[in-house]
């Protein structure tokens, strides 16, 4: 790959990858006596939910189950964050449920739907190149509508730096997975050069 085109393909996919963190919100939860405020937050995956309620009101992920039954009962791998401070940043959709852990009694508990913005759901430009699955844990394949693969596919993190990159793939529906196991989760921008030409999407890590 020459100068040139080593500097397009960067000065593209930051261009690109600029657009998501622009458009995430930030949500910020504080207290008001035995209450969060807001109780109820409609946010999309990438978004950040910052708590603000002090160390008097621990916060806890729990279960539905537990969130119904006005409960405390801590939800496994969910967030927590004991000073009442901190940011929680959902990369899959879904309803988030959490309580105060010292005030759960008292009915002090909220919730957090999230879904998945529409430029990650569907990409109806028929010649562009498309991710899927989205989201994906384990791996994903990038093609057009004409069932091709570029040449050079490039992934780059939240931060902008690049964490993986594929060669010399094919149209075999074997042979084109990428294997994206080791990365973090998150949201990741992805980069592919065909015959001179950048095409990018983005895509979840679960």
């Known amino acids: 790959m020459?100068?040139?085109?080593?500097?397009?393909?960067?000065?593209?996919?930051?261009?690109?990858?600029?657009?998501?963190?622009?458009?995430?919100?930030?949500?910020?939860?504080?207290?008001?006596?035995f209450s969060f405020t807001p109780a109820t937050i409609d946010?999309?995956?990438?978004?950040?939910?910052?708590?603000?309620?002090?160390?008097?009101?621990?916060?806890?992920?729990?279960?539905?189950?537990?969130?119904?039954?006005?409960?405390?009962?801590?939800?496994?791998?969910?967030?927590?964050?004991p000073s009442g401070t901190g940011t929680f940043v959902?990369?899959?959709?879904?309803?988030?449920?959490?309580?105060?852990?010292?005030?759960?009694?008292s009915g002090m508990k909220g919730k957090i739907n999230v879904s998945f913005p529409l430029s990650l759901q569907k990409n109806t430009n028929e010649n562009a190149y498309t991710v899927y699955p989205n989201p994906a844990s384990e791996n994903i394949i990038f093609r057009n509508s004409k069932n091709e693969v570029p040449d050079i596919i490039r992934i780059y993190d939240i931060t902008?730096?690049?964490?993986?990159?594929?060669?010399?793939?094919?149209?075999?529906?074997?042979?084109d997975l990428l294997d994206i196991s080791s990365l973090k989760k998150g949201m990741y921008i992805i980069c592919g050069e065909e015959k001179g030409q950048i095409f990018t999407s983005k895509f979840i890590k679960l």
């Open 2 to 33: 020459n100068i040139l085109m080593k500097n397009l393909i960067i000065i593209i996919c930051s261009f690109v990858f600029a657009l998501p963190l622009q458009a995430q919100e930030t949500y910020t939860v504080t207290a008001s006596g």
């Open 160 to 175: 902008g730096n690049e964490v993986y990159k594929f060669s010399g793939l094919n149209a075999s529906e074997s042979d």
């Open 43 to 81: 946010a999309f995956t990438g978004d950040n939910i910052v708590f603000q309620v002090g160390s008097a009101h621990p916060v806890i992920q729990v279960s539905q189950t537990t969130y119904n039954s006005n409960g405390n009962t801590a939800l496994s791998g969910g967030f927590s964050f």
């Open 90 to 105: 959902p990369v899959e959709a879904g309803t988030y449920y959490y309580v105060c852990a010292n005030h759960f009694s």
